[in-house]
């Protein structure tokens, strides 16, 4: 059966702080690791990774995938309030490269 | 605007009842999906439909039903059958052109039991 275990499941930090969320996977055929923010409703996109060891970059956001240990790692530096939401991982594979999703990362940065 | 829209925002369900959730999209994409969001849990796959007048069973198919008659429509119900329908359903959708994996997500449906 195909896994994505994110951790932590919550985390509190202040404004200013690093954080770093993980996700690691099991997925027969895979395919691609997506993350997505959460904050109110709809899960918006962040970052879509095919390639080990290629960071991509988006503002404060960074992610990296490592295919060899089965994780991903989603960076956000110099936090804010605004990034506070659930950080979602996603894992494609099988058959029809179907979305396996983890239990999310509730993040608070309080200010 | 390009979207997918959800409604109702929140929908309660009698015992008995059957409910059905709403999702429209203008994107012109071909697939699209149901999720189920259960409070600490990840999204768990309902149904998913990658062309018009075809759908698939999710991880957890039962309980509800589908159907696709149109391509931006993709409307989910909720049947009596399913005996713990309290939770946050989202509908998505992609395109095959490029990453089938990139989802755009609705706004959401609470749903809860009366």
């Known amino acids: 059966e195909d896994k994505v275990v994110q951790s932590p499941l919550s985390l509190v930090v202040h404004e200013g702080d690093t954080v770093t969320l993980n996700c690691s996977y099991e997925v027969t055929n895979f395919r691609s690791l997506l993350w997505y923010k959460q904050e109110k409703k709809a899960p918006t996109f962040l970052f879509m990774l095919?390639?080990?060891?290629i960071e991509k970059k988006s503002g404060r956001l960074s992610s990296i995938l490592d295919k060899k240990e089965l994780f991903s790692i989603l960076n956000i530096t110099a936090t804010q309030t605004g990034d506070s939401a659930i950080y979602l991982c996603?894992?494609?594979?099988?058959?029809?490269?179907?979305?396996?999703f983890g239990k999310g990362t509730l993040l608070t940065v309080n200010p | 605007d390009g979207g997918i829209t959800q409604s109702p925002k929140y929908l309660f369900r009698k015992e008995g009842q059957n409910v059905t959730l709403s999702c429209e999209q203008n994107l012109n994409h071909d697939a699209m999906y149901w999720y189920r969001q259960d409070p600490g849990q990840g999204l768990r796959l309902i149904y998913y439909?990658?062309?018009?007048?075809?759908?698939q069973k999710g991880d957890i198919a039962e309980g509800y039903s589908v159907s696709r008659e149109k391509k931006e429509s993709f409307p989910l119900t909720v049947t009596s059958a399913q005996k713990n329908p309290t939770a946050f359903y989202l509908c998505?959708?992609?395109?095959?052109?490029?990453?089938?994996?990139?989802?755009?997500f609705g706004s959401g449906t609470q749903l809860s039991v009366l």
């Open positions: 998505a959708s992609s395109s095959p052109k490029g990453s089938n994996e990139k989802l755009f």
């Open positions: 996603a894992a494609s594979g099988g058959s029809n490269y179907k979305l396996t």
């Open positions: 095919t390639s080990s060891g």
């Open positions: 439909s990658q062309i018009v007048n075809d759908f």
